[in-house]
């Protein structure tokens, strides 16, 4: 495998009180910004009140997710990829899907195709499918195994997210489906890692595509 360019973004979605979609990978707003508290409990304005310190660059705050599609539309159209995590494994946040596939459509347009939505919930992926027949449907969990056993259970979803050391299924077993791998431990504020995957072994795993915070690093 290897990395010739950067096809995409991959990024979190979690609702607030007052039902609005934001871009945060936490359900909990403590580690990120000076706020205590959960995502779930805060209102899109008290979100924003919030700052996100991002070294020397200027604070940041928490975006909606409607503001990041306004920001990737172009691109979108343009042909790269937007792979959105629904985070409902913990909370359910009822509504999010069908909230979520309205605004994508709404602001995605023709684009919708170059869209994958992700998450650890099954059944969040079955209403996903019921709602867009044709939405591109990628299953996470940590082992391989676990992905695979979510999708044949009729999930809708074609591809396997694992996490890259969960990939306990053979090369053989993994041929023919797209399994997009996570990296873990390269979450802001901790610092870069400053290292390479050896992505040759990683392709010779059945790992087709990778989901990690430091591209740059291979290119």
């Not at 700052?51 to 790269?80: C, F, S, T």
């Not at 899907?97 to 992926?125: M, P, W």
């Not at 993994?174 to 979450?187: D, E, I, P, Q, S």
């Not at 992505?199 to 291979?218: C, F, K, V």
């Amino acid at each position: 495998m290897e990395i010739k360019n950067l096809e995409g973004i991959e990024l979190d979605v979690q609702m607030t009180r007052d039902g609005e979609l934001v871009v945060i990978h936490d359900e909990r707003v403590d580690r990120t910004t000076e706020g205590i508290g959960f995502v779930k409990d805060c209102t899109l304005s008290e979100l924003k009140r919030l700052h996100i310190y991002a070294g020397d660059h200027p604070g940041q705050q928490v975006p909606a997710m409607e503001e990041v599609l306004n920001l990737l539309g172009p691109k979108l159209r343009e042909g790269m990829r937007l792979n959105i995590e629904l985070k409902n494994s913990v909370y359910p946040y009822p509504g999010m899907e069908e909230k979520l596939v309205d605004l994508v459509h709404e602001k995605a347009g023709e684009a919708c195709g170059n869209i994958v939505y992700s998450s650890f919930l099954a059944r969040s992926l079955e209403r996903l499918k019921r709602l867009d027949p044709e939405a591109e449907l990628g299953i996470l969990d940590s082992k391989a195994s676990d992905c695979m056993y979510k999708l044949r259970g009729g999930c809708g979803a074609k591809a396997l997210h694992p996490f890259w050391r969960g990939v306990d299924l053979t090369a053989e077993e993994l041929k023919g489906y797209t399994v997009r791998a996570w990296m873990a431990g390269h979450l802001y504020p901790e610092r870069p890692t400053g290292t390479r995957l050896d992505l040759a072994l990683l392709e010779a795993q059945g790992i087709t595509d990778i989901i990690l915070n430091e591209p740059e690093m291979y290119l």
